[in-house]
């Protein structure tokens, strides 16, 4: 049962993604109006009010298209890695760039809202990742009063994947709680 459920996450997880994605974009383009117009709703929002849905349908539309045709939502990443964030950003980005390149065309909505959104889109989606990112990792971290506290010699490389290591599984029984090195240079330093 456990194995089915996991197995229907991952099949609904490009659409989670897209959706998540979807609503930076839904919030990036009125707060971009917001931005401006100097933090005032009254006089951005209320002028442009359903001029706002065509960019925002046709910004929803390219994320997906162009974060399926770039692999975003078609590979599976650590959650918040460098490659993620990567991808992340070229596809937000070239969704911002067709979009800005279509508003020029239509009258009715500033042409710096695109590039505002496009901003804030990115910024929201990058962080949705590294805050899931965050709690998957917290969670995984062996916790309890059964952990044996555990010094780590050498501070280097290798001690920085034993940490990792340790910090990864549940299943560890053992806390790293100093490292021990012989290069005076590393005294006070962190992993």
Request: net charge positive; aromatic share 8%.
């Amino acid at each position: 049962m456990k194995r089915a459920f996991i197995d229907a996450a991952r099949r609904r997880s490009p659409l989670v993604h897209v959706a998540v994605d979807s609503l930076f974009w839904i919030a990036g383009i009125p707060f971009g109006v917001w931005l401006r117009y100097d933090y005032g709703l009254a006089d951005g929002l209320g002028e442009l009010g359903t001029n706002l849905i065509p960019p925002t349908v046709v910004a929803i539309a390219l994320q997906a298209a162009v974060g399926t045709a770039t692999g975003l939502y078609r590979r599976q990443w650590r959650y918040g890695s460098f490659d993620e964030v990567r991808m992340v950003a070229a596809t937000a980005a070239s969704t911002g760039v067709i979009l800005t390149a279509s508003v020029w065309s239509w009258n009715g909505i500033p042409r710096s809202v695109p590039i505002l959104a496009t901003g804030l889109s990115l910024l929201g989606q990058i962080a949705a990742r590294t805050m899931w990112r965050l709690r998957t990792e917290r969670a995984r971290r062996p916790h309890g009063d059964h952990l044996q506290r555990l010094l780590v010699v050498g501070s280097g490389d290798g001690a920085d994947q034993v940490l990792r290591t340790l910090r990864a599984s549940a299943d560890s029984s053992y806390e790293p709680v100093a490292m021990l090195d012989d290069d005076p240079a590393k005294r006070s330093l962190r992993l």
